[in-house]
């Protein structure tokens, strides 16, 4: 028996184009963005249960048709436009009735594909590595040779940043346009490579790569994989979460 969740995100698709509506000006319907349509017919997440009746009225079906597959050659038939009933039907009632459906059709149904497998094989390879610097004499720095210890961020030889002077943390204001390795916590816009290892905490809006080796991980949305990190909380992850001890994410979409 196909997954409740898979019917639904294909009947939504199908009713759809039947209808002759683009994504947009359905979800212009629901008062909604088409990001939203758009998650719900790729199996990313499914219509908030509030929504049921109205979705279903835009289709003219039944609420309960849009859980049970439809043939694409053979569409189900728009139902006729009821006349006005005397008093509002129970909305309560038909939700509950709806829920009994779905709970009775996901028991018999295969493991929801949103269920996640992940692979935790212990990858021993030790994180890289962060050599002891040579005493080499920099001209040119903008502070004083004063015998104060400084953390600061370099790209190859450029300076990136001020010294670190609160917490040790490593301030970027704008994007980093390519891998990070860092034996200090950073906060930064936007990464657009990897993120090989951070010893502390990382905190950014986007990494365009994988997180590897990484303490604590606080971003919107990491476009890579992320393995081998103590704490992790971002909105989307588009890639597999592997050997990580704690994880709070509204999406991970594994690969392929």
Same mark, same amino acid.
């Given at each position: 028996m196909e997954n409740v969740t898979a019917v639904l995100q294909k009947n939504l698709t199908l009713l759809r184009?039947?209808?002759?509506l683009t994504q947009e000006q359905f979800a212009e319907k629901l008062g909604l963005s088409f990001q939203a349509v758009s998650k719900w017919e790729n199996g990313l997440s499914c219509p908030d249960i509030a929504l049921l009746p109205e979705i279903a009225a835009i289709y003219g079906v039944e609420i309960g048709q849009l859980?049970?597959?439809?043939?694409?050659?053979?569409?189900?038939?728009?139902?006729?436009?009821?006349?006005?009933?005397?008093?509002?039907?129970?909305?309560?009632?038909?939700?509950?009735?709806?829920?009994?459906?779905?709970?009775?059709?996901?028991s018999q149904s295969i493991p929801s594909p949103k269920k996640m497998e992940f692979d935790f094989h212990w990858d021993n390879t030790p994180p890289p590595s962060f050599e002891t610097a040579l005493p080499v004499r920099v001209e040119g720095l903008p502070w004083e040779d004063?015998?104060?210890?400084?953390?600061? =961020?370099? &790209?190859? &030889?450029? =300076?990136?940043?001020?010294?670190?002077?609160?917490?040790? +943390?490593?301030?970027?204001?704008?994007?980093?346009d390519s891998e990070l390795l860092s034996a200090f916590s950073v906060a930064c816009d936007s990464i657009e490579g990897d993120v090989r290892c951070v010893l502390g905490n990382l905190t950014c809006d986007s990494v365009e790569g994988d997180v590897l080796y990484c303490g604590?991980?606080?971003?919107?949305?990491?476009?890579?994989?992320?393995?081998?990190?103590?704490? +992790?909380?971002?909105?989307?992850?588009?890639?597999?979460?592997?050997?990580?001890?704690?994880?709070h994410c509204d999406e991970i979409n594994l690969e392929g």
């Open positions: 184009r039947r209808a002759g859980f049970t597959p439809i043939d694409p050659e053979n569409p189900p038939a728009s139902r006729e436009e009821d006349p006005a009933p005397d008093s509002a039907p129970d909305l309560g009632s038909a939700i509950d009735s709806l829920i009994r459906s779905v709970t009775h059709q996901v004063d015998g104060v210890y400084r953390a600061v =961020l370099f &790209r190859g &030889r450029s =300076l990136v940043t001020p010294p670190a002077a609160e917490k040790g +943390v490593l301030a970027v204001e704008e994007g980093l604590s991980v606080t971003c919107d949305a990491v476009e890579g994989g992320v393995t081998q990190c103590a704490n +992790v909380q971002c909105d989307e992850i588009n890639g597999t979460v592997v050997q990580c001890q704690t994880v």
